[in-house]
Nanobody
């Protein structure tokens, strides 16, 4: 089992930047593909970005070119660098761990508690 704790959320203005972190503990972090998902009020949790064990990224079209996912296996930490943020990026952001390199939330076995990101216009 792996435990995940997100941090770094907050209030940011449109066009600004924010970096989210996800600290992992428990089973070997490098054994998992990792992903970021987000959930806005009244909406389903949606895919944002994923990264394979070896560091290959994948992005949702809505964030491509603005967000960057990365991982530091030595520090057991996942990151999401968010640049040029927009009001529609406002959501609770969750990191997840999966046995599969996947964009589908149902493939993720473990989740953190989430961190709120609010983008003001």
């Amino acid at each position: 089992q792996v435990q995940l704790v997100e941090s770094g959320g907050g209030l940011v203005q449109t066009g600004g930047s924010l970096r989210l972190s996800c600290a992992a503990s428990g089973r070997t972090f490098s054994n998992y593909a990792m992903g970021w998902f987000r959930q806005a009020p009244g909406k389903e949790r949606e895919f944002v970005a994923a990264i394979s064990w070896g560091g290959v990224p994948a992005y949702a079209d809505s964030v491509k070119g603005r967000f960057t996912i990365s991982r530091d296996n030595a520090k057991n930490t996942l990151y999401l660098q968010m640049n040029s943020v927009k009001p529609e990026d406002t959501a609770v952001y969750y990191c997840g761990a999966s046995d599969f390199y996947s964009v589908h939330r149902n493939d993720y076995n473990y989740w953190g508690q989430g961190t709120q990101v609010t983008v003001s216009s």
